[in-house]
């Protein structure tokens, strides 16, 4: 089985700084998808980035962006110029390519993170 | 505007009693999916449906039940043999290959 691994429960960042959350997975598959949602007070998950196992470029989307270490089974998430909206859970999650595991998620425990003026 | 719909956002109950927690979706996904969000823990998977009247069960299925007798729409069902009832509970869905869009969620309170 898959796991998910947050270390960091708590991070914070000053405004236009920029802060990294961590994050490790532990898998026996060489094909899978690698995810880092949002969730702001509201509750709702927003999906920030994606990264297939395949391919080495790292993700980038705006002011996000990961360092998918593929050996390591690491993969960061990189945030730039943090602003105040940024403020919120982060979880890591996992998905199996291989068919017949239906694209269920395994997510870590969640980062939160406040970012200060 | 497309979406996935769950409602209510706040549900008390007393315990003992079942209650049904409502998922909706107009993205015209087949697969749907229901999570539980406790505090300090990640999201949990419960149930699962890739297909209209096909559901498996996740990874903390027990004192739940689900039907899919619509493509639009995956009910949860808490029973009075779920525990530790009182969570935060997320619907999703997926279209083929893509990725799961949630919905906003249900506060669900019993005491």
């Known amino acids: 089985a898959q796991t998910v691994t947050q270390s960091q429960p708590e991070m914070s960042v000053q405004e236009a700084e920029t802060v990294t959350l961590s994050c490790t997975y532990d898998t026996s598959e060489s094909d899978y998808y690698l995810f880092w949602y949002k969730q702001p007070p509201s509750r709702q998950m927003i999906l920030v980035i994606r990264?297939?196992?395949?391919?080495?470029q790292n993700a980038t989307e705006n002011r996000f962006s990961v360092n998918f270490q593929k050996a390591a089974k690491s993969f960061s998430l990189k945030i730039s110029d943090s602003q105040l909206g940024d403020a919120a859970m982060y979880f890591c999650a996992y998905r199996s390519a291989q068919t017949g595991t239906a694209s269920k998620l395994t997510f870590g425990t969640g980062t939160r993170l406040q970012v200060t003026l | 505007d497309g979406g996935i719909t769950q409602s209510p956002k706040y549900l008390f109950r007393k315990e003992g009693q079942n209650v049904t927690l409502s998922c909706e979706q107009n993205?015209?996904?087949?697969?749907m999916y229901w999570y539980r969000q406790d505090p300090g823990q990640g999201l949990r998977l419960i149930y699962y449906s890739q297909i209209v009247n096909d559901f498996q069960k996740g990874d903390i299925a027990e004192g739940y039940s689900v039907s899919r007798e619509k493509k639009e729409s995956f009910p949860l069902t808490v029973t009075s043999a779920q525990k530790n009832p009182t969570a935060f509970y997320l619907c999703?869905?997926?279209?083929?290959?893509?990725?799961?869009?949630f919905g906003p969620g249900t506060r669900l309170t019993v005491t």
């Open positions: 999703a869905s997926r279209a083929g290959a893509g990725e799961q869009y």
């Open positions: 990264q297939e196992a395949y391919k080495q």
């Open positions: 993205l015209n996904h087949d697969a």
